[in-house]
């Protein structure tokens, strides 16, 4: 099994900072993609920045240049730092990991897992 878990949401006014960490634990063998969503009551979860292990990164086109994706490979660790807060911002935060696990007959066998989200509130 494999269990992902956000940290770092809050509050915070609008133009200060935030730094949201994910973890993902488990019988991994290894991970492709892990990426940072979010989701407001209502709407779809959207991408917000993900990064491929092998080294391609992608943002949101509404959090280029305030978000920043960063990674801890060796610790199967991601990290998002959320600078320039807007209110519009505001959401919960998901962590989604994809990446292989090796089963109970020896084989290989992918997995998509989502956290359970961290809120994230800007207030204006």
């Known amino acids: 099994q494999v269990h992902v878990m956000e940290s770092g949401g809050g509050l915070v006014q609008a133009g200060g900072s935030l730094r949201l960490s994910c973890a993902a634990s488990?019988?991994?063998?290894?991970?492709?993609?892990m990426g940072w969503y979010r989701q407001a009551p209502g709407n779809q979860r959207e991408l917000v920045a993900g990064t491929f292990m092998r080294g391609h990164i992608e943002y949101a086109d509404s959090v280029k240049g305030r978000f920043t994706i960063s990674r801890d490979a060796g610790k199967n660790m991601i990290y998002l730092q959320m600078d320039s807060l807007k209110p519009e911002d505001t959401d919960v935060y998901y962590c989604?990991?994809?990446?292989?696990?090796?089963?109970?007959?020896?084989?290989?066998?992918?997995?998509?897992?989502w956290g359970q989200g961290s809120q994230v509130t800007v207030s204006s």
């Open positions: 989604k990991t994809t990446g292989y696990i090796r089963n109970t007959a020896g084989g290989m066998e992918r997995f998509d897992q």
């Open positions: 488990g019988n991994i063998v290894n991970i492709v993609y």
